[in-house]
C-alpha cells in the first residue's frame, strides 16, 4: 500500500506492479488516481493516508509494506503510526524537515514503529557526494561493503575503445556489464562493438578503479574547487559533507538571512551572497576553474541555466537538481553532465530497503539505464555448488560482474567456480528480473 500519488510514489507503483506485486494506491486527488490507473495495473483508492476508514477501506488487514510518500510530513508518519494496529509488517515514511528527521533517527524503530525513515534531501546530498569522489563518472554505486565499485561513463569519438569489440579487451581489468546506446540498453557479450558516445557501465575491485579509468583513457581528477548554486538543505549538507573531505567550497546563495546561517554553520567554505546567474561575479570568484559546480537551487529552469553557464565558462563538470525527473533525458543534448532527482533518488532507496532480504543484500536502480544491480548470496543448492559460470545458463539479459569470497573479490570469466554463500553483483536488464528471481529463488 502507498500512500501519495507523486513522482516518488508513482514511480514505486511502476516498479512494484511490474515485478507482479499487488499494489494499492492511496491519494486525494481523484483525476491523478483516474490517469494512474489507466496506465499501470494497480488498485486506486480516493482519500486521505491519515484516515482509518480509508485505510481500512483499501485493505490494510491484507498488507504486508506499507508507504507514506505525500508532500506532508505529518500525514505520512500519522499514516504509519495508524497502520501499526493493522500489523503491517514493513513500514517506511519519507520526511523533508531536516531536524525531523534526526529527531525520529533514534526513536523510529522503538517509539513510532517505522522500519525506515527517509530524507530526498539528504539521499540527494549523499548521491551528489559520491558523485563528486570520481570526476568522470555520471554514475556510481558500491557493493560488498564498498570492496566493489560500479561506475558509468560516457566513451567519446577518439577513445581508444571504441570500435572494439569486448572480445579484444583480454587485459580490460574489470567485467563491461551494460552499453546504454540512445534509448536501448545492451547486456553485452563478446562480440559487441563500442561505439562513440555509448555510456558505459563497469564493474571492478575499489582498487582497480583508477586502472579502468587508465585502460578506457578517461581521468578523473581529483575534484578541489566546488561551486554549489544554492544553499537551502541540499546544497548546505553536501557543502557540509565536501568539508569533511578538505573539497575548497563555494556556496552562492542570493538571499542573505540564508547567508547568515551557512557562514554559522559551515566551517571553511566561503559563502557568496549572489544570484547564480550572475555570471561576473561568478567568473570574479574562478567559477571558470571549478572542477565541479553542483546547481541546487529551488528551480529546474535555474539550475539548468546556471549548469549550462558553468560548462560555457569553463566549468568541468556539472551536477544538476531536477524536480521534474522528465526533463532527465533531455539534458544530455544540452551538454550537462548529469541530472539528479531527489525524489527518484528517494525511490531507490526506498526499492533498496524492500528488496533487501534473504539471499538479495543489496539493490541500484541506474538512473542512467532501464538496469537494476543486485548484490545475491549464492543459495545452498546442488545446482550451484562447484559449477563454473558458463555452465549456469543465466538468464537472458543479466550478467555477473563480481563475485566476493571470503571478502576477497574475484573478477569472474567462464571457467570461474562458485561456492555456496559466494556473493554475486548481477547486473540485469529491468525486464530480467523476474527471471533473475526464479532462477535464485
Same mark, same amino acid.
Given at each position: ?187 553485452? &557479450?563478446?562480440?559487441?562493438? /563500442? ?5 558505459? #557501465? =563497469? !564493474? %571492478? *575491485? ?17 575534484? &578541489?574547487?566546488?561551486?554549489? /548554486? ?5 546544497? #548546505? =549538507? !553536501? %557543502? *557540509? ?30 559563502? =557568496? ?169
Amino acid at each position: 500500500m502507498i500512500v501519495g500519488a507523486g513522482q516518488v510514489g508513482c514511480f514505486l507503483c511502476e516498479k512494484l506492479s511490474i515485478e507482479g506485486q499487488e499494489v494499492v494506491l492511496i491519494d486525494r486527488d481523484e483525476s491523478k488516481l483516474r490517469r494512474i490507473e489507466q496506465e499501470l495495473n494497480i488498485m486506486t483508492v480516493h482519500g486521505s493516508g491519515a484516515s482509518a476508514k480509508v485505510l481500512e477501506e483499501a485493505g490494510i488487514d491484507k498488507t504486508d509494506l506499507f508507504i507514506a510518500v505525500t508532500d506532508s510530513d505529518e500525514v505520512n508518519l500519522v499514516a504509519c503510526i495508524m497502520s501499526k494496529q493493522f500489523e503491517v509488517k514493513t513500514r517506511i515514511a519519507r520526511v523533508r524537515n531536516e531536524d525531523f528527521y534526526h529527531q525520529g533517527k533514534a526513536l523510529t524503530k522503538k517509539t513510532l514503529g517505522i522500519d525506515l525513515l527517509i530524507s530526498p534531501d539528504l539521499a540527494m546530498a549523499e548521491e551528489i557526494f559520491q558523485l563528486s569522489t570520481r570526476s568522470s563518472a555520471f554514475e556510481v554505486a558500491e557493493f560488498a561493503d564498498g570492496q566493489v565499485v560500479l561506475a558509468g561513463y560516457v566513451l567519446h569519438e577518439g577513445n581508444k575503445t571504441v570500435g572494439r569489440s569486448l572480445q579484444d579487451m583480454h587485459d580490460f581489468p574489470g567485467v563491461m556489464v551494460s552499453i546504454v546506446r540512445g534509448d536501448n540498453t545492451i547486456i553485452p &557479450r563478446g562480440n559487441d562493438v /563500442i561505439q562513440a558516445e555509448d555510456k558505459v #557501465y =563497469l !564493474v %571492478a *575491485r575499489k582498487e582497480d578503479s583508477r586502472a579502468v579509468e587508465s585502460f578506457l583513457n578517461i581521468a578523473s581528477r581529483q575534484v &578541489r574547487r566546488v561551486f554549489i /548554486i544554492g544553499g537551502g538543505t541540499i546544497g #548546505y =549538507l !553536501v %557543502a *557540509r559533507r565536501m568539508e569533511q573531505n578538505r573539497m575548497g567550497v563555494r556556496v552562492v546563495e542570493k538571499d542573505l538571512e540564508r547567508c547568515k546561517f551557512l557562514t554559522q554553520h559551515l566551517e571553511n567554505s566561503v559563502v =557568496l551572497n549572489c544570484d547564480g546567474l550572475d555570471s561576473h561575479a561568478l567568473m570574479d570568484e574562478g567559477i571558470d576553474r571549478a572542477d565541479l559546480v553542483v546547481a541546487v537551487t529551488n528551480t529546474d529552469t535555474k539550475n539548468i541555466l546556471t549548469s549550462l553557464m558553468a560548462k560555457h565558462y569553463g566549468a568541468k563538470k556539472c551536477i544538476t537538481h531536477l524536480k521534474k525527473a522528465d526533463f532527465i533525458p533531455m539534458l544530455d543534448e544540452l551538454g550537462i553532465d548529469m541530472a539528479l532527482s531527489p525524489r527518484l533518488v528517494a525511490a531507490n532507496m526506498i526499492l533498496q530497503f524492500v528488496r533487501a532480504g534473504g539471499t538479495t543484500v543489496s539493490v541500484a536502480t541506474l538512473m542512467g539505464s532501464n538496469a537494476e544491480v543486485v548484490e545475491l548470496k549464492v543459495p545452498d543448492k546442488k545446482r550451484f555448488k562447484d559449477v563454473p559460470l558458463k555452465s549456469l545458463h543465466f538468464p537472458k539479459g543479466a550478467i555477473v560482474g563480481a563475485i566476493v569470497r571470503e571478502e576477497k573479490v574475484i573478477i569472474p570469466k567462464g571457467d570461474t567456480i562458485l561456492k555456496v554463500n559466494d556473493n554475486l553483483v548481477i547486473f540485469f536488464s529491468r525486464d530480467a528480473l523476474p527471471a533473475v528471481e526464479e532462477f535464485f529463488e
